[in-house]
């Protein structure tokens, strides 16, 4: 009975342990942080017209402050490929003299004693690994945080229903404002410690994952 209790308490804790956690839209990380309102100062010209307000042919769009907006280009794309043989061979050889007596051979039916010992170990394995990713698509993130160097920190998600299930997007990492095009957007390549996660919900997600009987007999916890 003690043994069986054991068993059923770590079977139920890597089925527990093991349960990844459910994303939810609206995440508190992942929301726009919105600047502080400032007061916009007028000055009495007697024109209705106000520089401060103004935007000409030359203003510049590019994300710079913090709560501006950025569109990143996906363009993930990595290749990786290993191939492995290992060979090994070893043989020992050893020959023991004819053990003697008062200066002769010592025999047994006439023949004399020997003794040798030979030993041969090989071992032979290969193994080979090939793995492709490619992600492709936009995601426009909020500026976070603006470093004391002009780097940004920028964060966003975007959720797209699709039939019965969730598709997401988050993107976090630092950017440079030097790298921003024209046209306020930046290669997902140009990201510095990029996070990126597309994952979805719903059934056609849940039927890609491991039930909690099976994700137990595939973790360290089984002996077997």
């Known amino acids: 009975m003690r043994s069986l209790l054991i068993s059923l308490t770590a079977l139920v804790l890597a089925g527990c342990v093991q349960t990844p956690h459910k994303p939810m839209p609206d995440d508190p990380y992942y929301a726009p942080v919105l600047p502080e309102e400032r007061a916009q100062p007028v000055v009495p010209t007697g024109?209705?017209?106000?520089?401060?307000?103004?935007d000409n042919l030359y203003s510049d769009i590019k994300a710079r402050r913090l709560g501006d907006i950025i569109t990143v280009t996906l363009r993930e794309q990595t290749t990786a490929s290993k191939t492995a043989t290992t060979e090994t061979s070893k043989e020992s050889t050893a020959e023991l003299a004819a053990p003697t007596a008062f200066g002769r051979n010592i025999t047994v039916g006439g023949n004399p004693l020997s003794a040798g010992i030979n030993g041969t170990r090989e071992f032979s394995g290969d193994g080979s690994s090939d793995q492709s990713n490619q992600l492709n698509g936009e995601i426009t993130v909020t500026v976070i945080k603006v470093?004391?160097?002009?780097?940004?920190?920028?964060?966003?998600?975007?959720?797209m229903r699709i039939n019965t299930g969730d598709e997401y997007i988050r993107l976090t990492g630092m950017i440079r404002p030097q790298d921003i095009t024209a046209a306020n957007q930046i290669p997902s390549t140009r990201v510095a410690n990029a996070r990126i996660e597309y994952s979805g919900t719903g059934s056609l997600a849940q039927v890609q994952e491991q039930g909690w009987l099976t994700r137990f007999f595939n973790s360290p916890?089984?002996?077997f």
């Open 47 to 54: 024109s209705l017209f106000q520089d401060a307000y103004a």
């Open 147 to 159: 470093l004391p160097n002009g780097n940004l920190i920028v964060r966003g998600e975007k959720w």
């Open 221 to 223: 916890i089984w002996p």
